[in-house]
């Protein structure tokens, strides 16, 4: 995995990239996850309260299962 941290304006862009998983299954699991956990993260840092993660893991793990094609 790598992170890269930019600056975006008065903002921070962060690019986290994880490689070497070994199936679709995996990069649709792995995906979701990475994408509650940093949504978590964003939403602590603007002072909001996360959505609850495991109903927001299952929404974006659907939707990566959409998005990422089948081999």
Same mark, same amino acid.
């Given at each position: 995995? $790598? %992170?890269?941290?930019?600056? #975006?304006?008065?903002? +921070?862009?962060?690019?986290? $990239? #994880?490689?070497?998983?070994?199936?679709?299954?995996? &990069? +649709? &699991?792995?995906?979701?996850?990475? #994408? $509650? #956990?940093?949504? +978590?993260?964003?939403?602590?840092?603007?002072?909001?309260?996360?959505?609850? %993660?495991?109903?927001? %893991?299952?929404?974006?793990?659907?939707?990566?299962?959409?998005?990422?094609?089948?081999?």
């Amino acid at each position: 995995m $790598t %992170f890269e941290l930019s600056e #975006h304006g008065e903002d +921070v862009l962060l690019v986290l $990239t #994880h490689r070497r998983l070994p199936d679709r299954s995996g &990069m +649709v &699991m792995v995906s979701g996850g990475w #994408h $509650t #956990h940093l949504q +978590v993260l964003s939403d602590h840092l603007v002072g909001r309260d996360p959505q609850p %993660f495991w109903a927001s %893991f299952g929404r974006l793990e659907g939707e990566y299962e959409k998005r990422i094609p089948a081999a």
